[in-house]
């Protein structure tokens, strides 16, 4: 059920775009980015951090720090896609692949610890429903066809999933489990910690976004 779950996540992102495309209506998006940095962010420290640290091996930090500089490698061709943001120039004639290879390969990641626990796969949930806002409204803007626009998101629906079913299936990637979850760790801090820093853009206190944070910070501890 998780991975329909998962699947399904993607689709409410896209029908949301739809409706936020014909209404010119989206002030609440930052706060919902803003509460699903918080609660990502929240699960990884509350839940995923102790796992991989009860072996108390000093080596787990290298692969965390290997999970935050590949993000930020990601993030020089997705261009900044996983924590809202699309700073590209969208051209009907070339489909950005970069962007999708290098976005898959985090929602690959995203895909592996899901299998231990259930608050980490409602995290990566509700972070992927503003992703794919973002997504959407990027190629609505930039007037792709709907067909290519489908596509596109229908591979990144198929991506977390495929990233957990590998991981639960391959004896190799269970072998190194500990280390893959901390690189996954990696990736989701720099992730979340991004969301939060532009949530609170240019130093200014925001009362909705920082009661967003609070409420997804509380509730990922209560769960």
């Given amino acids: 059920m998780h991975y329909l779950f998962l699947f399904i996540s993607v689709f409410i992102g896209y029908g949301i775009a739809l409706y936020i495309s014909k209404n010119k ?113 990027f190629f609505f803007k930039a007037k792709y066809k709907q067909n290519t626009i489908l596509f596109f998101i229908l591979l990144f629906a198929l991506m977390t999933p495929l990233g957990n079913w590998s991981f639960i299936n391959s004896s190799f990637l269970k072998n190194y489990g500990i280390e893959i979850t901390a690189l996954a760790i990696g990736v989701i801090f720099h992730v979340a910690t991004t969301i939060l820093f532009e949530s609170s853009k240019n130093h200014t206190f925001n009362i909705s976004k920082m009661s967003a944070v609070i409420f997804g910070i509380v509730l990922a501890y209560l769960l």
């Fill in 25 to 137: 209506s989206n002030q609440w998006l930052s706060v919902f980015m803003a509460f699903s940095g918080s609660f990502l962010l929240s699960v990884t420290v509350f839940e995923l951090l102790p796992e991989v640290y009860t072996s108390l091996n000093k080596h787990i930090g290298i692969f965390i720090m290997c999970g935050v500089l590949l993000q930020i490698i990601l993030e020089f061709f997705s261009k900044g896609a996983e924590h809202g943001h699309v700073h590209l120039h969208g051209s009907k004639e070339t489909f950005p692949w970069l962007l999708f290879v290098s976005l898959s390969i985090h929602a690959l990641i995203e895909g592996f610890p899901i299998h231990q626990n259930n608050h980490v796969l409602q995290a990566v949930i509700i972070h992927k429903i503003p992703v794919t806002i973002i997504l959407s409204l």
